[in-house]
């Protein structure tokens, strides 16, 4: 596996669990509004961490750390991805993954080994429209086959949106919650000014979360857990 990088502790990143965040090289997607573009873009690749180096933290942290979060870029890319897992899972580690539903054959092998306890995936855009959102050509068939391999499936899981200025309207999330009516997690979260990938989205203002805010009650009877993150505690009415 090649690891871009690593945050040794996290109490954030896996619901319920204390974890190490490992952030895996290459994606198959080009968001223009990635936050992550030296995981993404080949030439601006680090020195991968070093694998026994990483297993020896591990190690070393068992009984503080009690979870494991695989993240990127998409961890889906790396043929090797399900034997790595397999070695962390040795050692009592729980997996979270971090994916964005574009390789369902690797997401259902995954949940069939019983390698996973937790999935994260990440909704661009509603499926018919989605390389308007993620840059590439991504099969509205893969998107739709790993939702509803997580809707159904027994696993824990969430789906989650970042939602950017210029590119999602109210109605766009609004469409795209529908496609997991029923959900057990949703989460909105707020584009933030930063490190991007596409140089145009470095200086865009945060996402006005204000319809979103009143619009909550709406998105909250569609799925089981709605969540906005990053949105201002009130609003002016």
């Known amino acids: 596996m090649k690891i871009g990088g690593i945050q040794k502790t996290s109490l954030i990143d896996f619901p319920g669990r204390v974890a190490a965040v490992l952030f895996t090289q290459g994606c198959n997607m080009r968001c223009p509004y990635c936050h992550n573009p030296s995981l993404v873009l080949a030439k601006q690749f680090e020195e991968p961490v070093d694998e026994k180096e990483l297993f020896d933290y591990l190690e070393r942290r068992r009984g503080k750390l009690d979870g494991v979060v ?63 959102y993620c840059g590439a050509a991504i099969p509205t068939e893969s998107i739709n086959a790993s939702i509803h391999m997580l809707m159904s499936g027994e696993v824990d899981y969430e789906f989650r949106t970042t939602a ?70 009130r609003i002016e009415v």
Not at 92 to 98: N, V
Not at 166 to 193: N, V, W
Request: proline share 6%; aromatic share 10%; charged share 30%.
């Open 70 to 132: 695989i993240s990127g870029g998409e961890p889906s890319v790396h043929r090797d991805l399900p034997d790595f897992i397999r070695r962390i899972r040795a050692m009592g580690y729980k997996i979270k993954l971090d994916t964005n539903g574009s390789n369902p054959f690797v997401l259902k092998y995954l949940l069939e080994g019983r390698l996973l306890d937790f999935v994260a995936m990440d909704l661009k855009g509603a499926p018919d429209c989605y390389e308007k």
């Open 164 to 233: 950017v200025p210029g590119l999602h309207t109210l109605e766009d999330l609004k469409a795209l919650c529908e496609c997991i009516r029923g959900a057990r997690s949703y989460a909105i979260q707020a584009f933030k000014p930063g490190s991007c990938l596409k140089e145009d989205y470095c200086t865009l203002p945060a996402y006005d979360m204000s319809d979103l805010i009143r619009e909550k009650e709406w998105f909250e009877a569609r799925v089981k857990h709605f969540e906005l993150r990053g949105a201002p505690e």
